[in-house]
Nanobody
Framework: QVQLVESGGGLVQPGGSLRLSCVAS????????IGWYRQARGNERELVAH???????IYTDSVKGRFTISTDSAKNTMYLQMNRLEPEDTDVYYC?????????WGKGTLVTVSS
């Protein structure tokens, strides 16, 4: 099965930026809608942003205008550019298919927004 590896997280001050990467071990972007999820300990996993099979980019309200999702099919990589980060964005971020997570979850990448 295709493996997913997330990276790019870290500690950033409020208002700062990070770019997350999700590398897939196989070519999946042409076949599946794929997106970024986030989960804080004890909470349900939330879909933050995704790209539909038609190429539309969909964002949850809380990140609209701040986050941008993109893919590079040649590199089997998906990105999440996160700008104007807020403490509420602190979470572990994962990638997977949408609307059903069909692939094994990766380890995620931790984003911490704090002063």
């Amino acid at each position: 099965q295709v493996q997913l590896v997330e990276s790019g997280g870290g500690l950033v001050q409020p208002g700062g930026s990070l770019r997350l990467s999700c590398v897939a071990s196989g070519s999946i972007f042409s076949f599946y809608a794929i997106g970024w999820y986030r989960q804080a300990r004890g909470n349900e996993r939330e879909l933050v942003a995704h790209i539909t099979s038609g190429g539309n980019r969909i964002y949850t309200d809380s990140v609209k205008g701040r986050f941008t999702i993109s893919t590079d099919s040649a590199k089997n990589t998906m990105y999440l550019q996160m700008n104007r980060l807020e403490p509420e964005d602190t979470d572990v971020y994962y990638c997977n298919t949408v609307p059903l997570p069909r692939l094994n979850w990766g380890k995620g990448t931790l984003v911490t927004v704090s002063s």
